[in-house]
């Protein structure tokens, strides 16, 4: 599949392992310029590796460290075209409700908002640039990115759904 992102820059977190490293891999058989993070260095610098991609250690519980994430990425490969925000869930139980009150915000946190800070310092440049690519890997997070992208057009928004082809928003 050519997806037409042959040169362009995307950042895929939570990409050491599972479905992120799978997403990274594909992104960079299409010639994308990618850069994959994760919190552990040895997993991360395997997987880059691996796949062609330049591997970046960051924890998403880390908010903090997001403007320096994004700084770093964009000073290695240029500005970012493509983000994919992908990040773990809760720890598994067998009680989807048994989960205790610092483990759903710890969840809340690494799910949204850290995507929402990632987002937040992304697509001001995609908007500069008039185009950018963000996947509907967590959709609360898309739903906001594309209100986001649609503010100012002629801004294209292409949804990459990896498993279903692509879809344009």
Known sequence: MDLGIGGKVALVTGASQGIGRAIAADLAAEGAKVAISSRSPDKIGAAAAEIGATGFVHDSADLDAVPTLVSEVEQALGPIDILICNTGGPPGGPDPLGFDREQWETAYRTLVLAQIELVERVIPGMRERGAGWFPDCVPPVGG????????????????VRFLGGTVRA
């Open 144 to 159: 906001l990115c594309k209100r986001f992208l649609k503010l100012k057009p002629p801004l294209i928004l292409w949804v």
